[in-house]
C-alpha cells in the first residue's frame, strides 16, 4: 500500500520556518556563548577551579559564537534561496 503525503503548508512557508528556528537556535547559541564567557571570567581567579578551565570555557564560548554565526549565515542564504524562488 502507498501512502500518499498531503503537504499542509506551502514550500515557502516550511522554508520561512525553517529560517525562523534557525535564527532562534542562534540566539540561544549566542546565550550559552555569553554565559560560558562569563562563567570563565568568574573562575579566573578562583583559586579552587582546576587549572585550564577558564581557557576551555572561554574556547568552547568562542566555538558557540561560531556556531551562531553560522547558524545565522545559513538563514540568510536560506532567505536568499526563497526570494530568488518566489
Known amino acids: 500500500m502507498v501512502t500518499e503525503f498531503l503537504r499542509t503548508t506551502s514550500p515557502v ?7 525562523s528556528r534557525l535564527r532562534t537556535d542562534a540566539d540561544l547559541v549566542d546565550g550559552y556563548a555569553r554565559r560560558l564567557s562569563e562563567i570563565a571570567s568568574a573562575l579566573a ?22 556556531a551562531a ?3 545565522r549565515t545559513a538563514a540568510d542564504v536560506l ?3 526563497v526570494r530568488a524562488v518566489g
Open 45 to 66: 581567579g578562583c583559586a579552587a577551579a582546576p587549572e585550564g578551565t577558564s581557557d576551555t570555557l572561554e574556547r568552547r564560548a568562542a566555538a558557540c559564537g561560531t
Open 79 to 81: 532567505l536568499e534561496h
Open 13 to 19: 512557508s516550511e522554508l520561512l520556518d525553517r529560517i
Open 69 to 71: 554565526t553560522q547558524l
